[in-house]
């Protein structure tokens, strides 16, 4: 897979988003509404974490060729900034290059480390520390086994439903894989904290904004877990805004 970047109208941006684990690229289809209506291009393909041989290669060979095809209806490159939700953030870094992808943003994402697996990365992040202070703080609502309770208190509850229908199981392999590139892309990266997560706290968010991207200053949004189904027009509102600043030198 190789790099590429063509002349595209700078108005006109291709979000490629990556789902996070148990999710498929349905869960985003509020989002991509808003981010159509605004006159963007989108794609969110399911990625193949539910099948046992799934490799890293597969996952990132599944947005080149959504890409693609979406490239093969418009004139000129496409202007790719990629959206990561949750472990989602383990894939998208490894799509940078051969997207050709400007910036990255990562919403309540779990950034990897090299040679750190998905498991590892609860540890290495301090996960369930965070988790145990904010459900004393809350009375156990963080962490709670109920996902209407940890990932969907804010979601309409028939769209909580229909989401939790929809869920896909996550390959223990690639939840195993150490992450393969030996440092993460010299791309920008923006990250979005959801600051009333009750799976992810937002401390570790901050944490990991700042320690793995350097992102000392991240993006708030008043939502849980699942942003792109409790404030779907807000975070294409911030997408929009994320892809259209202007990058470092």
Not at 35 to 44: Q, S
Not at 143 to 163: C, I, K
Not at 201 to 211: F, G, L, S, T
């Given at each position: 897979?190789?790099?590429?970047?063509?002349?595209?109208?700078?108005?006109?941006?291709?979000?490629?988003?990556?789902?996070?684990?148990?999710?498929?690229?349905?869960?985003?289809?509020?989002?991509?509404?808003?981010?159509?209506?605004?006159?963007?291009?989108?794609?969110?393909?399911?990625?193949?974490?539910?099948?046992?041989?799934?490799?890293?290669?597969?996952?990132?060979?599944?947005?080149?060729?959504?890409?693609?095809?979406?490239?093969?209806?418009?004139?000129?490159?496409?202007?790719?900034?990629?959206?990561?939700?949750?472990?989602?953030?383990?894939?998208?870094?490894?799509?940078?290059?051969?997207?050709?992808?400007?910036?990255?943003?990562?919403?309540?994402?779990?950034?990897?480390?090299?040679?750190?697996?998905?498991?590892?990365?609860?540890?290495?992040?301090?996960?369930?520390?965070?988790?145990?202070?904010a459900a004393r703080a809350d009375g156990g609502l963080t962490g709670?086994?109920?996902?209407?309770?940890?990932?969907?208190?804010?979601?309409?509850?028939?769209?909580?439903?229909?989401?939790?229908?929809?869920?896909?199981?996550?390959?223990?392999?690639?939840?195993?894989?150490?992450?393969?590139?030996?440092?993460?892309?010299?791309?920008?990266?923006?990250?979005?904290?959801?600051?009333?997560?009750?799976?992810?706290?937002?401390?570790?968010?901050?944490?990991?904004?700042?320690?793995?991207?350097?992102?000392?200053?991240?993006?708030?949004?008043?939502?849980?877990?699942?942003?792109?189904?409790?404030?779907?027009?807000?975070?294409?509102?911030?997408?929009?805004?994320?892809?259209?600043?202007?990058?470092?030198?």
């Amino acid at each position: 897979m190789t790099s590429r970047r063509g002349p595209r109208p700078p108005s006109v941006t291709t979000f490629v988003i990556v789902h996070g684990s148990g999710d498929g690229g349905w869960a985003w289809h509020l989002v991509q509404r808003a981010l159509r209506g605004r006159g963007h291009e989108t794609v969110a393909p399911d990625l193949p974490t539910d099948t046992d041989d799934a490799t890293w290669d597969d996952c990132v060979q599944v947005l080149v060729d959504a890409v693609d095809a979406t490239a093969a209806r418009s004139s000129g490159g496409p202007d790719v900034v990629l959206v990561a939700h949750s472990a989602g953030s383990q894939v998208t870094p490894l799509a940078v290059g051969p997207l050709g992808a400007r910036l990255q943003v990562h919403v309540a994402g779990m950034v990897p480390r090299p040679g750190e697996s998905a498991y590892q990365w609860f540890d290495a992040a301090g996960w369930a520390e965070s988790v145990a202070a904010a459900a004393r703080a809350d009375g156990g609502l963080t962490g709670s086994d109920d996902p209407l309770v940890a990932f969907y208190h804010d979601v309409p509850a028939e769209l909580a439903h229909e989401a939790m229908a929809r869920e896909r199981p996550t390959a223990d392999r690639l939840a195993r894989a150490p992450w393969p590139l030996p440092a993460l892309p010299d791309v920008p990266a923006r990250y979005v904290v959801t600051t009333r997560d009750r799976f992810m706290p937002p401390a570790v968010q901050r944490r990991v904004a700042q320690e793995r991207l350097g992102v000392t200053d991240p993006e708030e949004l008043a939502s849980g877990h699942c942003p792109h189904l409790s404030r779907p027009e807000e975070l294409a509102g911030v997408l929009e805004r994320l892809a259209g600043q202007p990058m470092p030198a």
